[in-house]
């Protein structure tokens, strides 16, 4: 009834969630996990019968906390594995919630900080996706309906340091959620006005504001809303526009989105590392003298608050130039173009899952993965000319203590040829999730597809071709678990004949 009449009728779609949070209130809500996806069900089957036409989508469990690793992948199992098994069939997509977590003494112990950003948050991604392909025969595309960074604690003071911890989360997901657009139907950060609700307002602090009262001490009268730092993301972000262009990065640690308008390429660089760092930008040369504007967003030490910097520097005149990075440090290059400095194409983005999913690695042997294609591009007239792409493997491992360290694939090779170069500092990004409790971790490793294995993919026709992947662990290796391989490739249309 009230999606009948109460909706709103300009938007071009309606994304519903059945429920907040399925995961973790089953028990507040007084119900059963199987009654949660039988309620998914049922509404998602009401509103396709109703109003049918594709405008309205219904998904969920909006999954508060993918720890999917724990005991042996029985978590997801029972958990986010069975609600694709039996409401996939029904909901348009899935949907989760994706936070860095901080504990309360987080300035005194800065280990104590669990990192969802990097090469987690592709695991957690990649593992939804290959698991509904291979259960369903399609993927469902996902929701994030809330992302950044949380606190295990409820009740601390203003502190812009906080400020700052969430807009590192929130940069750092943003830029691996732009490497998915056509799997990932919206990601919002979880950044609200004033928490007028919240029970001790005043006293006490709700850290994810654009504004907070002035004093502390909550007396109901004479405060002043003074703002946050939490509004210079959006400051960062608000001049960016235009369509995706390629942009690869060689190191998964300084993630990289480019955007072109009519009259500027918008460069967006993040470095994930906790320290600093250093880039070369490689970029056509535009021929032109106008000045380049950067926009820096990083944390002040000396005044321990974020930072928005905007200035100039001369467009460069080479095709190359070294850029510097502060610890978690987020920029963006625009770049002004003379008329038609670069032409608009379309790229095409192939992505490969393998079967099997969650799979138990045995050391020093091989796992084979027959990886399809779940999105085949191309038509009759056009083809794909492959010039990109990636092989990245989500694992995990159960470790015997806070100081072993994540042992990485010793062999990972497609269609039989050579083995690729793995070098984990490059190729996988960010800290490694390992909880806190249980010592497993759950993380990822991509692997760029080097000249000669891209040249054998573009013989015959690379859009329908099928691929294998082969992966190895050392012989000395903690107990290991491939929770999923994906293969992607990319590379400009062709017209044909």
């Not at 594709?54 to 720890?67: E, N, S």
């Amino acid at each position: 009834m009230f999606l009948r009449h109460c909706a709103p009728t300009w938007q071009s779609r309606w994304l519903g969630e059945v429920a907040n949070e399925c995961d973790v209130k089953v028990g507040a809500a007084n119900t059963t996990w199987q009654e949660m996806i039988d309620l998914h069900i049922a509404v998602a089957e009401r509103v396709h019968s109703d109003l049918p036409g594709g405008r309205h989508l219904i998904g969920g469990p909006t999954a508060a906390y993918p720890q999917y690793q724990l005991r042996n992948f029985s978590n997801f199992a029972t958990g986010m594995g069975q609600f694709i098994a039996l409401a996939g069939p029904s909901i348009d997509f899935l949907s989760l919630h994706l936070y860095d977590s901080y504990q309360p003494d987080m300035d005194s112990d800065p280990g104590d900080y669990s990192p969802r950003s990097g090469n987690n948050l592709d695991a957690v991604l990649d593992l939804n996706e290959a698991y509904s392909y291979n259960q369903l025969g399609r993927v469902l595309p996902q929701l994030v309906s809330e992302y950044g960074s949380s606190f295990k604690v409820n009740n601390f003071t203003y502190s812009p340091t906080h400020d700052w911890f969430i807009l590192r989360g929130v940069n750092s997901k943003l830029l691996q959620f732009l490497e998915r657009p056509d799997r990932l139907l919206k990601a919002i950060p979880f950044i609200v006005g004033k928490a007028t609700w919240y029970p001790t307002m005043g006293e006490f602090f709700y850290p994810f504001t654009l504004w907070h009262l002035e004093q502390e001490g909550y007396n109901g009268k004479d405060q002043q809303w003074v703002e946050t730092h939490l509004g210079k993301f959006y400051q960062l972000w608000e001049r960016v526009t235009g369509s995706r262009v390629k942009a690869t990065s060689s190191d998964a640690n300084i993630q990289v989105a480019a955007f072109l308008s009519s009259q500027t390429l918008f460069v967006c660089l993040n470095n994930v590392r906790n320290n600093t760092a250093r880039a070369v930008i490689s970029l056509p040369a535009f021929g032109s003298s106008a000045q380049v504007n950067v926009s820096r967003l990083f944390y002040n030490a000396s005044t321990m608050t974020p930072q928005l910097d905007q200035t100039l520097f001369p467009m460069p005149t080479a095709e190359t130039f070294n850029v510097s990075f502060l610890p978690e440090e987020t920029a963006i290059f625009s770049f002004p173009l003379p008329s038609r400095a670069l032409a608009p194409t379309t790229i095409d983005i192939t992505t490969f899952y393998g079967s099997p999913t969650m799979v138990a690695a045995i050391p020093g042997s091989h796992l084979l993965f027959n990886m399809s294609a779940a999105n085949l591009s191309g038509g009759s007239s056009r083809r794909q000319t492959i010039d990109h792409g990636f092989v990245r493997v989500s694992f995990s491992q159960q470790l015997q203590s806070a100081t072993e360290s994540v042992v990485y694939p010793s062999f990972i090779s497609v269609d039989g040829g050579s083995p690729l170069p793995v070098e984990p500092a490059l190729q996988s990004a960010g800290r490694n999730m390992v909880d806190v409790h249980t010592l497993e971790f759950f993380g990822s490793l991509r692997v760029a597809l080097p000249a000669a294995t891209l040249l054998e993919m573009n013989t015959g026709d690379p859009a329908g071709k099928k691929h294998m992947v082969h992966v190895a662990f050392p012989e000395k290796c903690p107990s290991t678990i491939v929770a999923s391989v994906v293969l992607q490739t990319a590379g400009e249309q062709v017209e044909l004949g």
